[in-house]
């Protein structure tokens, strides 16, 4: 699974390269979503700017990374299409997962949040 | 009309060839991107749903996929000869699932898994299911638009 990674001050942005991640793809798909997170130090932007479709099997290495995350982690996402967000709302996701529209505005949203005190 | 009849190997990767004729056939009908969108999502969920608990991943088997439109609505009919759904699965399909209210600070305790057949039940607006002398068929209807708009 191919992703995209830059780093902007203490954010990661991972774009996710793949158009499609239904159940053909979807378990590389957590497996590599699974490491990226793992690995990162900092706050992550899941860039979904490129994907045109994705199925319950691929929210579920969503959610995975999620909860890969570390305690104090945090994992954002930008990009998300009308259709895509349509699924987000049928399975309630829209309430866990935080959106931004684009990579930029979701990278100050997190920069935003680390600068404040605890 | 267009329609779709075709059978499928049951190999994950073919379920994609059929999600692209049924996004198709949704424009052609004037689904819009939404809801084009949600009726290839559930016809992938069902179809997915054959290979990995009808027939258990099991290769060399085949489903039967049918669509068009009939009676103003899109119906989408999938037939297996593996094992059958079992009925609290039937019911939470045809009746749907009450789902918990999510709080996003539990993320430990969110599911992997296990939102297909909701989906299917939100999407769709009629689902029958079947099971007779060894066939499954699950049916599925949703009302193309201009249909919708006469019923409201």
């Known amino acids: 699974m191919r992703f995209e990674e830059t780093v902007s001050g203490d954010v990661l942005v991972v774009k996710v390269m793949q158009p499609r991640i239904a159940a053909d793809v979807a378990g590389d798909f957590k497996k ?16 979904l700017t490129g994907l045109t479709f994705i199925d ?58 680390a600068s404040r005190p605890a | 009309m267009r329609r779709i009849h075709c059978a499928i190997g049951c190999e994950l990767a073919e379920v994609n060839s059929i999600a692209a004729m049924l996004r198709d056939l949704c424009a052609s009908l004037g689904f819009d991107e939404i809801d084009a969108y949600q009726v290839e999502l559930a016809a992938c969920e069902a179809m997915v749903n054959v290979i990995r608990h009808a ?47 999510v709080d996003s600070r539990e993320r430990s305790s969110l599911r992997e898994s296990g939102r297909g057949l909701q989906i299917i039940h939100d999407v769709m607006d009629e689902i029958s299911y079947e099971s007779e002398g060894g066939m499954n068929r699950l049916r599925m209807g949703k009302l193309i638009a201009a249909a919708r708009r006469e019923e409201q």
């Open chain 2, 55 to 101: 027939y258990r991943n099991e290769p060399g088997k085949t489903m039967m996929v049918g669509a068009g439109a009939e009676d103003g609505r899109l119906v989408i009919e999938i037939e297996d000869r593996g094992v059958p759904m079992p009925a609290e699965r039937v019911r939470d399909l045809k009746e749907g699932v009450e789902i918990a209210e």
């Open chain 1, 56 to 113: 319950s099997m691929g929210l579920g290495g969503l959610i995975a990374a999620l909860k890969a995350l570390k305690e104090d982690g945090n994992l954002v996402l930008c990009g998300v299409s009308h259709s895509i967000l349509s699924m987000f709302k049928l399975t309630r996701m829209d309430k866990i997962f935080r959106m931004f529209g684009t990579a930029e505005e979701a990278v100050a949203a997190l920069t935003h949040d």
């Open chain 1, 32 to 47: 590599s979503l699974v490491e990226a997170v793992s690995r990162a130090d900092r706050a992550i932007v899941l860039d």
